[in-house]
């Protein structure tokens, strides 16, 4: 990384997947928040070099930080933010959200205020773009001058192995600035990822893994659930399991004409891309996180890669903690190839 690099902010870092795909993109990330102590533990394990608060992004002076980065105002180059998406998601099953936490949206307008960065890239859930809380999220920040598009995008496209849809926004510092409402547009030739079936990602990942992995450990399963993920078959299903290892609550959902747990103790598809990892990736009660072949669940390394962190790329904390940790990230080759697009667009509007 030299001297010169755009640098980067990193909100809701997580335990830095996003600041991985940045980094890779060519981004000096020089600072990051993260209110989660473990997911910060593992975020300073793998890039010590970045400033990290572990704090309450609300309690955080953004002024302040700004100046203990050594940046003026108007000279970073990108901010990127990954509000927490849960009351947002589908997943929710119209639970009403969590005002408080998505609140922490408009969190992006108060610290886009203290840097003035030449670009914003924000990522959540597709539902936040049906939220009032974006419409005044993007009319605030247009009002401080910046011109937005808006994308919505699996990412699979980028070359992930795991089916995750996403709301991207690029926010550019320029009134004047036109931006493509077609990605691979501003990304241009030459960046064409190969798509991964699961599969093909799991042979790469065995091709590679190293001995004594930390993560190479799955989940402990009681004997019924052993028993249950056993009689599940290939590319199979819980509607695939015999009654007598049925669950008395999807019968009764299922008796009901209910949609919910339909993915419960499904298994992972060789063909196809992964599903999306969420913070229950490895729990084979909570979504298709059962091996292709093998009758466990998958493991966090497993888990890990098909939200393509590198191989080195370690966590710290509970079991259960590196769980949240890997289904709450960004997953690495998306955001650098949203960090290559950032690139792109502020030379376009030579902001760089």
């Known amino acids: 990384m030299t001297a010169t690099a755009p640098t980067a902010v990193d909100l809701f870092a997580g ?19 993260e209110f989660d102590p473990e997911a910060s533990r593992s975020y300073r394990l ?75 890239l924000l990522e959540n859930v597709p539902g936040l773009a049906r939220d009032r809380r974006f419409t005044e999220l993007t009319e605030k920040l247009s009002k401080l001058g910046y011109s937005f598009g808006s994308y919505k995008l699996n990412a699979t496209v980028f070359g992930v192995p795991q089916r995750r849809n ?90 009901k004409g209910g949609h919910r747990a339909t993915a419960s103790y499904g298994r992972v598809k060789l063909d ?9 990736c490895t729990t084979p009660a909570c979504g298709s996180f059962i091996h292709p072949i093998e009758n466990r669940g998958l493991t966090l390394r497993e888990a890990a890669y098909f939200q393509t962190f590198p191989v080195t790329y370690d966590f710290l904390g509970s079991y259960e903690s590196i769980e949240r940790q890997i289904g709450n990230a960004v997953p690495v080759e998306m955001a650098k190839y949203l960090g290559i697009a950032v690139l792109k667009s502020v030379r376009r509007a030579r902001l760089l």
């Open 46 to 120: 793998n890039h010590p070099r970045t400033r990290l608060w572990q704090s309450d992004i609300r309690s955080l002076p953004a002024e302040r930080m700004r100046i203990e980065l050594g940046l003026r105002i108007r000279e970073l180059t990108l901010l990127k933010a990954c509000p927490p998406c849960q009351g947002f998601s589908s997943l929710a099953g119209g639970r009403s959200m969590d005002e408080t936490r998505n609140d922490l949206v408009h969190q992006v307008v108060r610290f886009t205020r203290a840097f003035m960065p030449k670009a914003i």
């Open 166 to 255: 996403r709301l991207v926004v690029l926010g550019i510092r320029s009134r004047k600035a036109v931006i493509s409402s077609d990605i691979w547009e501003i990304l241009g030739q030459g960046y064409a990822p190969v798509a991964l079936t699961a599969g093909e990602a799991l042979q790469n990942l065995y091709s590679l893994a190293r001995k004594n992995d930390p993560l190479n450990r799955h989940r402990s399963l009681s004997k019924s659930t052993a028993e249950r993920v056993k009689a599940i078959p290939v590319g199979g299903t819980r509607f695939d399991l015999p009654p007598e290892h049925r669950l008395r609550c999807h019968n009764e959902v299922d008796s």
């Open 272 to 280: 196809l891309p992964a599903p999306t990892m969420t913070t229950r």
């Open 15 to 33: 335990a830095g997947g996003a600041t991985q795909g940045l980094r890779d993109a060519g981004f000096n990330v020089v600072g990051a928040v």
